[in-house]
């Protein structure tokens, strides 16, 4: 504090020794609540990325017993080869048409379930159900259903139409594994637009109701704009998630047909495990942190031209 007639700083009261050991106690609590945190996250997150990137500068072939500095030379193959830069438009689009129809689908399936209708409980636990199954059985499922004379193909026969090899044919199989894909997380994204529709408060949406507006004037000029803070947060989680996807392709279709489902992710699995070329394989890990920062960066730099209060 300054006083007004001296112009001196006054210092408060000093802390007693009792202050001083409950503030350092506090201390010591709240480092002791952050600390499996700050251990997780260093040990799991920046000193194994701290690795990847040291590995991106040599030549690792644990078969050959090779382990050599080589500088930038795994960049500079990744600037020439065209699996990459493939490998990498097969995940851009992967991961736009995933997040396109799965926060399509969970608004529509939170608009439907929010309303109080007998049954919505249900439903509700019906979408989210998919979320809690393991991948990998989720996944066997739906192999059963989408093969060549599986159970999707079998109601069609049904119905007098030929159904497509899903899983075998180059113009379906992406398309397959992001309907998969959908299905398998659309349930997390419903229950957070639940929640956003229900914190909207009630009584703008009666002013707006009392003034005359309909209720689709209502949905898209106050319910849709107050939840555009979830969306943003709902299309980031859903494009960084869909940008490593691996476990479908593994399962399903190992890449094919052709390298028609070859995400840069998996093509990272087979230059690692498969060709025994780390060095190459965290190069390519590096190239897929840095789209994901720049997809991340995107949506983000432009949330104050469409996301509600940013300003």
């Known amino acids: 504090m300054v006083s007004a007639a001296t112009g001196r700083r006054r210092e408060g009261p000093a802390l007693s020794g009792s202050s001083r050991r409950l503030r350092r106690i506090d201390h010591a609590v709240g480092l002791a609540f952050v600390a499996p945190v700050i251990i997780g996250v260093l040990g799991l997150g920046l000193v194994p990325f701290g690795y990847v990137i040291w590995y991106a500068f040599h030549d690792w072939n644990p078969l050959v017993g090779t382990f050599s500095w080589v500088g930038s030379a795994n960049f500079s193959q990744l600037v020439s080869d065209s699996t990459v830069w493939a490998s990498l438009g097969v995940t851009l689009a992967f991961a736009l048409m995933l997040m396109v129809l799965n926060v399509t689908l969970a608004m529509v399936l939170a608009l439907l379930l929010v309303q109080k209708l007998p049954g919505t409980t249900t439903f509700r636990a019906f979408f989210f159900s998919p979320v809690v199954v393991s991948t990998v059985a989720w996944v066997l499922i739906w192999n059963f259903l989408v093969a060549s004379n599986g159970g999707i193909n079998g109601l069609l026969s049904t119905l007098g139409i030929m159904g497509p090899n899903w899983l075998r044919d180059p113009d379906w199989a992406l398309v397959t594994l992001v309907v998969i894909q959908v299905f398998k997380g659309v349930g997390m994204n419903m229950i957070l637009f639940i929640a956003a529709l229900q914190n909207v408060p009630a009584d703008v949406k009666e002013a ?104």
């Open 208 to 311: 707006a109701r009392i003034d005359g507006a309909s209720p689709r004037r209502v949905l898209t000029s106050i319910t849709l704009p107050l939840m555009t803070p979830t969306v943003l947060l709902v299309t980031m989680i859903t494009m960084i998630s869909a940008m490593d996807v691996f476990a479908p392709i593994q399962i399903l279709t190992q890449g094919g047909p052709g390298r028609s489902t070859t995400v840069i992710s998996y093509l990272l699995y087979r230059t690692a495990f498969v060709q025994q070329d780390f060095g190459y394989a965290s190069a390519i890990g590096v190239l897929l942190f840095c789209v994901v920062l720049v997809m991340a960066a995107l949506q983000w730099g432009t949330r104050k031209r469409w996301v509600h209060d940013e300003v």
